[in-house]
C-alpha cells in the first residue's frame, strides 16, 4: 500500500517547477497503474472531495434586519412613529411602505459573494476519466484525489489541477483564469519556480477547456487547493464596499438626526420655559418641526432615480445588479480594464501581411470578412495582387477552421482563433475556402505538433499537379524554404528583422510557404518536409483593440477618469495593445514587478503605470486596493474566473455578460451585455446624470423642509401662532415629493456632463454651493408664506382660512423651484423652461389638482383644517411665486458669473 503525499496544505511544493517523475514520487502515484481503490478511499477522507466548501451564509430573517440597521431608515422609522402618533394612518402607512420597499430591495439583492462562490464551483467539471487500478473509469470529479491519473481529450473541461506527464499536440483554452487570447501550447519540461501561471505550461489548471491533442496528467490539487479553488476563497474574503451614495447618504442622514434634536430640545426649552406655552402646543411645536425637518419622500426619490437610471443603461447594453451602483459609476475615478474581451474581441485578428517586396496592413476586426489591403496608406485591389493571392489560398487551404454566419449575431468560428484569423484574411482577399476547396482538394495533411511547430497540407488540382502548402512559426519554417516568392533565394537576415519589427508589435507571426510536389503524390510523410519550400509570406497577427474602445477610452480621459489595462497577456503584445488604445505604454509593469514591491511603492506606482501584464488575481487585489488607498474610486471590469476577487473588491465591479464566466458576473455590480468597453463610458456618463438628478432632487427638497422648520421656529420664537399644523406639514412633503420631485427623476443631462473631473470620493452629498443655495430658498420660502399667512390674518381672515394660504403659498413656491432646479447654475429663460422634460410638465398640472382639492374638497378641509381661498388670495399666492422664481434665478446668474458652474 502506498503511502500517503508528504506534504500539507501549508507547504505545498510549486509542481510546475518539479519534473513529470519528481511530482509523481511526491505524491506516492504510479503514471501507468493509477492509484488503487483502497488508496482513493484513504485520499479522500485525508484531502476531501474535489468542491469547493459550501460559504457560511447568514439566515434570511437576518438579512432582512439588517436591512433596517441604517441612519436613514432610523428617522424613517422616527418620522413614521410620530406620523402614527398624530393618528395620521395614511402618511404613517405610506413611510412604513417605503421603509419596506427600500428593506426589500436591499434583501434580494444581497449575497453576492454567497453567488460569485456558487458560480465558481459550477465551473468545476463534473465527469473524469481516470486510470485506477490499471484500468480507466469514468468517475463523478468529485471523487477525485491527488495522485490520481486522468485523461484529457479536445473539448474536456480539465476536472482539477494537474501535473502533465504525457503530451501529444495539448493546446488549452485558459482566457477564464490568465486572459491569455489564444490556447496556449503545453508540454511536459518542468519550468522556473517563480513562472507566472501562464508560463506554465505543464500544468492544466481546473475548470479550463481542452482546444486540441489528448494529454495524461497527475492530480495535484482538488477543491480549495487547486487554483479555481484559491480564487473561490479570495472572493469570500474580500469585503464588499459601500457605495459613495450609501455613505453620503449615510452621513447624511446622522446630519439630520443631529440637527433635528437638537433644534427640538431648544425649541421646547424655550418655548415652554421662556414663552410658558402650554405642554401640549409646545409639544405639538415640536413634533411639527420634527416632521418638517425629516424629508420623508427622499428614499423613494432616491430609489427612482435610481431604477430610471437603471432602466436607460439596460437599453444601452448594462445591467445593474445592486441600485446604487448607478450612482457609483458617475464618481469612478478610475477604470481598471481586462484586455482581452473587454478592450479588444477576443477575436484573433491579421493585421500585416508581409510579402517578399513589401508589406500589406490588413483593415477589419474579428471573424467578419470586412475590410481590406493597404500599401502605404493606399488601398489595393487584392484580387489583382498575385502575391497576395498566393498567401492567401496557403492560408485558406491549410486550415482546419471553420467560419459560419449567423443572423443577429454575426461571424463565429468553429476550431482554432489562430486559423479563423488566416481564414478571415483569405476571406479579405476575394477568395471563397468552399471554392477554393473544390478546385484543389485536399489529399493528406500532418496536423500541427509542439515538436515539429508546423501544419502541412497536401493538394492536387483537376489538372494533376499536387503541392503542399505549409504555415507554422517562422524560424522553423524558413528553415524549410530556399527562395520567397519572388523567385529570389531566401535572405533569412531580412525576413528575421521584418519578423521582430512585427514581435515588437505586439503580434504573433506565422510563415506560409508552398512546394510543388510530383504528380500522382497521394500521401504526405515527414520525410516529404525538407528545404524546398517557397516562402509565400509573413502573417502578423494579434487580438486588436476594438474601434469603439478606443474611442470610448478618449472619451474616458476627456472626462478625467484613467483608464489602465491589467491583463494576464505577455507585456510586449500588452504595451502594443495599450499604445493603440492611448494609454501610457512605454513603462508597463509585470506581475513579478508587482510582486517585488511593498504596498507603499506599489501605490505610487499603480498611479504613474497604465498597462499591467502578466497579472494573477492577487496582482489584481493589489493594484485595487493601491488604487483605493490613494483615495480612487476603481472601477474594475473582468470577463474570468481570474477577475471575481478583484471584481468584488473595487468599488464597482463590470463583468462581460456575452463571454464572461458565470463567476464574474455575480461577483460584479454592472453586467454589460455586449462585452464593451464603450459600454462603460455611456454608464459612467449615465452614473453622473443620476448622482446630478439626485442632487437636483435634495435642491428641491431640502428647501422645502428649511421652509417649513423656519416658519414654525419663528412661530415658537416670536410667540406667533403656526402658519402650517403638522398635517398638513406631511401633506406637503408627501404630495410634492410624489410629483415635482419625482419629476426630476426624467432630467436630461446637464451640458458637458463628460468634460468635467470626477467628484472627488470625499466630497460631502451637501456642498458649500448646495447649501448656501438650500439656506438661500429657505430664507426665500419663509419669508413668502409668512407673508401670506400674515396678511391674509391682517384683512380678518380665519387661522384655517390663512393657514390654508400660508400651505399654498408653500406648494405654489416648491411648483416654480422646480423650474429653477432643473438647471443648476443655467438660466431657465435660455435653456427653456418648458421644454426638455415633459414629465415635469404633466406633474406640474397634477399637483395643482391636488391643491385644489385640498382647499376645496369638504372631506380634506375637514381632515387637514383647510379653508377655500378666494381670488385675492390666488393673485398674491402667484405674484409671491413669481418674485421667488426671479430671485433664485438673480442668484444663479451670481453664481454664474463667479464661474461656478456645477453644485
Not at 208 to 221: D, P, R, Y
Not at 527 to 548: A, H, N, Q, S
Not at 620 to 638: D, F, I, P, S, Y
Not at 699 to 721: C, D, K, R, S, Y
Request: glycine share 8%; hydrophobic share 50%; with cysteine.
Amino acid at each position: 500500500m502506498s503511502s500517503l503525499p508528504t506534504y500539507t496544505s501549508d507547504n505545498l511544493p510549486l509542481w510546475h517547477a518539479l519534473t513529470d517523475s519528481e511530482a509523481l514520487h511526491a505524491l506516492s502515484a504510479n503514471a501507468r497503474t493509477g492509484l488503487n481503490e483502497q488508496e482513493v478511499a484513504r485520499r479522500l477522507t485525508h484531502f476531501g472531495p474535489n468542491s469547493l466548501p459550501a460559504p457560511k451564509r447568514r439566515g434570511p430573517w437576518l438579512r432582512l434586519a439588517l436591512q433596517f440597521h441604517n441612519p436613514l431608515i432610523y428617522v424613517l422609522l422616527v418620522a413614521g412613529a410620530i406620523t402614527f402618533g398624530l393618528e395620521d394612518y395614511v402618511d404613517a402607512g405610506v413611510i412604513a411602505g417605503v421603509v419596506l420597499v427600500n428593506a426589500l430591495i436591499g434583501f434580494i439583492q444581497e449575497g453576492k459573494a454567497e453567488q460569485a462562490l456558487e458560480a465558481v464551483r459550477a465551473m468545476l467539471a463534473t465527469r473524469a476519466t481516470v486510470l485506477r487500478d490499471g484500468e480507466r473509469h469514468d468517475i463523478d470529479a468529485a471523487e477525485l484525489v491527488p495522485g490520481d491519473i486522468v485523461m484529457l481529450e479536445s473539448g474536456v473541461r480539465i476536472p482539477a489541477d494537474l501535473r502533465l506527464v504525457q503530451v501529444k499536440n495539448l493546446r488549452v483554452n485558459e482566457a477564464a483564469l490568465t486572459g491569455e487570447s489564444v490556447p496556449v501550447d503545453k508540454d511536459t519540461h518542468a519550468v522556473k519556480s517563480d513562472a507566472a501561471i501562464g508560463d506554465r505550461t505543464c500544468m492544466a489548471y481546473s475548470g479550463m477547456v481542452i482546444s486540441f491533442g489528448q494529454a495524461q496528467g497527475v492530480v495535484v490539487g482538488t477543491g480549495p487547493q487547486t487554483e479555481i479553488g484559491r480564487i473561490g476563497a479570495m472572493v469570500g474574503e474580500v469585503q464588499s464596499l459601500d457605495t459613495p451614495l450609501t455613505r453620503r447618504l449615510d452621513q447624511f442622514a446622522r446630519q439630520i438626526t443631529l440637527f433635528i434634536l437638537a433644534a427640538g430640545v431648544i425649541t421646547f426649552l424655550y418655548g415652554y420655559f421662556v414663552r410658558e406655552m402650554p405642554l401640549l402646543d409646545i409639544f405639538l411645536a415640536v413634533v411639527g418641526l420634527s416632521v418638517a425637518a425629516i424629508p420623508e419622500g427622499l428614499p423613494a426619490i432616491v430609489t427612482i432615480v435610481l431604477a430610471m437610471g437603471t432602466r436607460t443603461m439596460a437599453r444601452n447594453k448594462a445591467i445593474i445588479r445592486r441600485l446604487p451602483a448607478v450612482e457609483t459609476l458617475g464618481s469612478v475615478t478610475v477604470i481598471c480594464s481586462d484586455k482581452t474581451g473587454t478592450l479588444t474581441k477576443n477575436e484573433m485578428t491579421a493585421v500585416q501581411v508581409m510579402l517578399p517586396d513589401y508589406t500589406l496592413e490588413v483593415s477589419g476586426t474579428g471573424y467578419a470578412p470586412d475590410g481590406g489591403f493597404h500599401r502605404d496608406g493606399v488601398g489595393i485591389d487584392a484580387a489583382q495582387d498575385d502575391a497576395l493571392q498566393a498567401l492567401a489560398q496557403c492560408a485558406a487551404l491549410c486550415n482546419d477552421a471553420r467560419l459560419k454566419h449567423k443572423a443577429g449575431t454575426g461571424w463565429h468560428l468553429v476550431g482554432d482563433p489562430t486559423e479563423g484569423s488566416l481564414l478571415t484574411l483569405a476571406h479579405k482577399a476575394g477568395l471563397d475556402a468552399h471554392d477554393a476547396t473544390a478546385a484543389t482538394p485536399r489529399l493528406d495533411a500532418i496536423p500541427f505538433e509542439s515538436e515539429h511547430r508546423f501544419m502541412a497540407t497536401l493538394h492536387h488540382d483537376h489538372e494533376g499537379r499536387a503541392f503542399a502548402y505549409l504555415k507554422g512559426a517562422p524560424e522553423r519554417v524558413l528553415g524549410l524554404c530556399q527562395q520567397d516568392a519572388s523567385g529570389q533565394p531566401l535572405d533569412p537576415a531580412a525576413w528575421q528583422a521584418r519578423m521582430e519589427d512585427a514581435a515588437g508589435a505586439g503580434q504573433r507571426v506565422l510563415a506560409l510557404a508552398r512546394c510543388e510536389l510530383p504528380a500522382g503524390t497521394a500521401t504526405l510523410s515527414m520525410t516529404d518536409i525538407t528545404p524546398r519550400f517557397t516562402l509565400l509570406g509573413l502573417v502578423g497577427l494579434i487580438d486588436p483593440p476594438r474601434e469603439e474602445a478606443i474611442a470610448a477610452v478618449a472619451e474616458c480621459q476627456r472626462a478625467g477618469v484613467r483608464v489602465k489595462m491589467i491583463t494576464g497577456d505577455h507585456a510586449i503584445t500588452a504595451a502594443a495593445i495599450g499604445r493603440q488604445l492611448g494609454l501610457s505604454a512605454d513603462h508597463a509593469l509585470t506581475g513579478e514587478a508587482v510582486e517585488s514591491v511593498d504596498d507603499q511603492a506599489l501605490q505610487r506606482i499603480a498611479l504613474e503605470t497604465d498597462v499591467f501584464a502578466r497579472a494573477s488575481p492577487e496582482h489584481k487585489l493589489r493594484l485595487v486596493a493601491a488604487l483605493q488607498a490613494q483615495g480612487e474610486l476603481v472601477a474594475m471590469t473582468g470577463d474570468g474566473v481570474n477577475d471575481a476577487p478583484a471584481l468584488k473588491a473595487a468599488n464597482i465591479g463590470v463583468a462581460m455578460g456575452h463571454k464572461g464566466t458565470d463567476a464574474a458576473r455575480e461577483a460584479a455590480d454592472l453586467v454589460l451585455t455586449d462585452d464593451n468597453f464603450a459600454t462603460i463610458a455611456r454608464a459612467v456618463r449615465e452614473g453622473r446624470v443620476v448622482f446630478d438628478n439626485i442632487k437636483k432632487s435634495l435642491l428641491f427638497m431640502l428647501p422645502t423642509n428649511g421652509g417649513e422648520a423656519g416658519v414654525i421656529l419663528i412661530a415658537v420664537f416670536a410667540g406667533l401662532a403656526l402658519p402650517i399644523t403638522a398635517g398638513q406639514i406631511l401633506w406637503v412633503n408627501m404630495i410634492t415629493a410624489v410629483t415635482l420631485a419625482l419629476a426630476l427623476a426624467f432630467e436630461p443631462a446637464e451640458p458637458g456632463v463628460m468634460q468635467r473631473p470626477p467628484r472627488r470620493p470625499t466630497e460631502p452629498l451637501i456642498t458649500k454651493v448646495l447649501g448656501f443655495r438650500i439656506a438661500y430658498v429657505s430664507l426665500l420660502m419663509v419669508a413668502v408664506t409668512f407673508t401670506v399667512f400674515e396678511w391674509e390674518l391682517a384683512r380678518g381672515s380665519s387661522l384655517e382660512m390663512a393657514r390654508t394660504a400660508a400651505v399654498n403659498m408653500l406648494v405654489f413656491g416648491e411648483l416654480v423651484y422646480l423650474f429653477n432646479v432643473r438647471h443648476f447654475t443655467a438660466s431657465a429663460f435660455t435653456r427653456g423652461i418648458l421644454t426638455g422634460n415633459p414629465v415635469a410638465l404633466w406633474m406640474s398640472v397634477l399637483l395643482i389638482g391636488f391643491q385644489l382639492l385640498l382647499t376645496y374638497a369638504p372631506a380634506l378641509q375637514q381632515l387637514f383644517q383647510t379653508a377655500a381661498l378666494d381670488g385675492a388670495s390666488w393673485l398674491v399666492i402667484l405674484g409671491l411665486g413669481l418674485l421667488k422664481f426671479l430671485a433664485v434665478e438673480a442668484e444663479k446668474a451670481v453664481l454664474r458669473r463667479l464661474r461656478i458652474r456645477n453644485m
